[in-house]
């Protein structure tokens, strides 16, 4: 994990952030997958952990105080927060797939400088992982929406100048595509 914080603040803002995810997920199985992992984790905090985790994410920066018109108080992750908390979680991110697919390709081209070599290996390797299917060296394509998965990535990465993001409606090796990504 990152130097800049500890597990236990880590775990936690993964935890708040799996909120977020869920307000992302257009998959009801992904949807109950992401809820189990989270009842799973706030178990494995001690209320001491979990308070301690709260206040050194509040002061540096990472949550916010949302006063209620009854006198509460909600904290809720920031943008700093949620962009730290899926950063933590890059590994796993994947795009959601819907019941039905729209019949529309989403194909992702980039053209990133060899000074930003490392960001344009870390770019491929994400897209792989999340089954990006490779069309040419530095084109891909997905059959479901990823726009916001995409904007995180090139936002993490500070490439969004050398990326591109294209809908289409056909692919003239369309048949091997679909083969790749299990369609009709």
């Known amino acids: 994990?990152?130097?800049g914080?500890?597990?236990?603040?880590?775990?936690?803002?993964?935890?708040?952030?799996?909120?977020?995810?869920?307000?992302?997920?257009?998959?009801p199985k992904q949807y109950?997958?992401?809820?189990?992992?989270?009842?799973?984790?706030?178990?494995?905090?001690n209320s001491r952990q979990l308070h301690d985790a709260t206040y050194?994410?509040?002061?540096?920066?990472?949550?916010?105080?949302?006063?209620?018109g009854d006198g509460?108080?909600?904290?809720?992750?920031?943008?700093?927060?949620?962009?730290?908390a899926l950063r933590y979680d890059l590994?796993?991110?994947?795009?959601?797939?819907?019941e039905r697919w729209d019949g529309k390709?989403?194909?992702?081209?980039?053209?990133?400088?060899?000074?930003?070599?490392?960001?344009r290996e870390a770019l491929r390797e994400m897209l792989y992982v999340m089954n990006?299917?490779?069309?040419?060296?530095?084109?891909?394509?997905?059959?479901?929406?990823?726009?916001k998965e995409l904007k995180f990535l090139v936002e993490h990465y500070e490439v969004a100048a050398h990326v591109r993001l294209i809908l289409a409606e056909s692919l003239d090796n369309e048949l091997k595509v679909r083969r790749h990504f299990k369609l009709e």
């Open 132 to 147: 990006f299917y490779q069309y040419q060296k530095s084109v891909f394509v997905h059959p479901h929406d990823c726009r």
């Open 56 to 68: 050194s994410l509040f002061e540096a920066g990472y949550l916010k105080e949302v006063e209620h």
């Open 32 to 45: 109950f997958r992401i809820v189990r992992g989270i009842r799973k984790e706030w178990k494995d905090l």
């Open 1 to 3: 994990m990152s130097k």
């Open 91 to 98: 590994e796993r991110m994947s795009i959601p797939r819907p």
């Open 105 to 119: 390709w989403r194909i992702v081209l980039f053209d990133i400088p060899e000074y930003k070599k490392q960001a």
């Open 5 to 27: 914080l500890g597990y236990t603040q880590q775990k936690l803002l993964l935890l708040l952030a799996g909120g977020v995810i869920l307000g992302l997920t257009r998959s």
């Open 72 to 84: 509460t108080v909600t904290l809720m992750l920031n943008e700093k927060g949620r962009e730290t």
